[in-house]
């Protein structure tokens, strides 16, 4: 190995942005002047004034981080036909697949996943993978068995004709034999066949699912009281010419008074099971419906942990969520397209991209805790203080996986990866134990971060304020593709969820605050960090913001400059610049005005909505009162692009749903009533202190964001807001009158 080192693994490409910093200057000097004529005037004016101020002064802050954060844009290319001919032998990569609930994630999903996996162009006895059940579900360990026997057909088929996308559901739905050669033509139809025989079979098993032979460790179990099951579903022996990577099972054992930390806990578990089992010095992890979209991605993942002269430069690699089948317009503005073109290439130029969980390269010793190595770092801080069993637990074998993985080089050193998994099933079982992490440091300085329900970028965090770098891995055609939900309901819940986690970590022991100051986390990263885990706490001022018009409106007053005044220029350019520069962001990706429209009016709706109950739910959790959970997102298994009602928001009777239904009814009221009373005493912008233009487009403009909201008041079904939520959000309105307008 490391024959020829000038060759080349990735180069860092500085992408220009003069355009985009002038715009969102411009953005920040009209901020900025809006909080000079606040502050040049707040004492002749009362209560609105302060609020008003309050308000623009957290705009501005958030406005200033982001310019920060996009400033220097970078990109990495990366070679991998360098990586071929740099190493003799390239190291092993254990791949984590986790699962949660076979209703909410249908097996034929996760499949996919693993066999876009299994399918990777890479030396298939460097590979494993675990998939992580905790629905302890027989249909998905069902489904397992069912892929693996098609693998055999579907692996070697990928690498023959240089199949592009390995999901076979993705596949078939876009390619078709015709015009090609009659051998090809013959074994697609062939493998056609078999995929579709298999998904009848999935489909058949999760209604009946068997229960004789292998299955028997799955009857008289209940998914949250059960031992660990770890089953070897495929084995590579390395005897076959056509092979594929193992194929591992693991459902840990869960008890119901033991808290099992969601996904951090199924994470950590894996750790330790692959651990027992092939210890590959790399990890690649990737949520059940996140399949691989490129065959090279684990090439190109090397590419980057491999790329620079010391390993501090990327302590961990992190691919994009991108996501494939998206509604048209992105209706539900979660598609993230141009934040990630926009602030991901910005943070890849700082500290690097925070973990998003999924689509994610570890080095295992990085997850283990270990500090980058540097003159004045001693070696494995961890462990010198500490026994190892204190830090890792009490299991020997897995005691002997992390000596080997600390020492020396452990990366290139070629591993043997063809075991006999079967010998190593007992010790497995023993460390994926729902007590094995008690008196440790497993889910605090070892493994996956929990206690928060965004255990990911906890653990970003926790990794970056040791020093580490990371890196993005942005490829054409996307390294993995995965699932955006789609409804109010579940895009509510994801985004509530996020917003939730994002405030725990702030106020947590990984607090970015705390790790920048104690810690090697950097200032710019730690802005990166801020701008995140603010999200609950922005809704308070957006949502304060939203009813200013409203309230002047009611009481006769107003908060804004009347069109004939000097000052008008100020709200007037902020909205211009503001808009017209997001605007151009969208068409320069290449996105519709309407894709920019929805994801404006979809940052309002979850600033008010979600974000307002991830900032309750932390408030609760911090007075004991109650406990945040993470509530896994309904993946759909076909987006149908013509169909116009997966488009459409729909509702249910949750509570996430009353804020927004209350602030559409507060300035559609405030509308009528501010009009009338122009109607009857004139005024407006002409004269007095009632509201004028600015209060009335700031209330056409909350009305028509949140305009799912307004056809939800006559919506039928579930594209209709519940009655209960709407007297629940008379009931606010009411209070917010009676405290307020007198
Ligand atoms: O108790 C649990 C809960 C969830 N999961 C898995 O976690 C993954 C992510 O869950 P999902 O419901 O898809 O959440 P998303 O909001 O789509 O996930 C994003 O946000 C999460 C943090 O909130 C990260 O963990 C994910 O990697 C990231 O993709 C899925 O594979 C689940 O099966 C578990 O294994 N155990
Ligand atoms: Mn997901």
Redesign the pocket.
Known sequence: MAATASLQLQERVHLKNTLQRASDLITLFFLISLLCYRASSLQSYGFVWLVSFLCEFWFTFIWFIITSIKWSPVTHKTYPQNLLKKFDELPAVDVF?????PK??PPIITVNTVLSLLAVEYPVEKLACYV???GASPATFYSLVQASNFAKLWVPFCKKYNVRVRAPSVYFSTESSSSSSPDFTKDWKHAKDEYEMLCQRIENACKDVPKTGEFTDFSDIERGNHPSIVKIVWENRGNQEDGFPHLIYVSREKRPEHP????A???NVLARVSAVMTNAPFML??????FANNPEVVLHGMCLLFGFPHEIHSGYVQAP?QFHGGLQDDPFGNQLVVLQRKVGYGIAGLQGPFY???GCFHRRKVIYGSPPELPHNSKHDVLSCKEPQQVFGDSREFLDSVAHIMSENIELRSANLLIDLSSKIEAAKQVASCTYEFNTDWGKEVGWVSGS?????ETGIRIQSMGWESKYLTLDPAPFL????TGGPASLA?QK??ST?LLEILVGPNSPLLATIHKSLTFRQFLVYINLNVWALRSLFELSYTLLAPYCCLTNSSFLPKVGAAAMVIPLGLLLSYNVGTLMEYLECGLSVRAWWNNQRMQRIYALTSWLFGFIGVMLKKMGLSETI??????DQSLDEGDVDMRRFTFDSSPVFVPGTAVVLVNVMALVVGLVRIMVNGGGDEGGDGPGFGEFVCCVWVVLSFWPFVRGFFGKGSYGIPWVTVFKAVALVLVFLLMFVR
């Open positions: 697949v986790t699962t949660a609930d909410l994630e992580s059940d905790d099992h930390h969601f996904k806990g199924a994470m992890n990737v949520d059940c419906d996140m969520q998003a969980g999924t329900v965004t255990e990911d970028v995965g699932n955006a939900p994801q969820r996020w986690g993470f509530e896994v997102t309904r993946k």
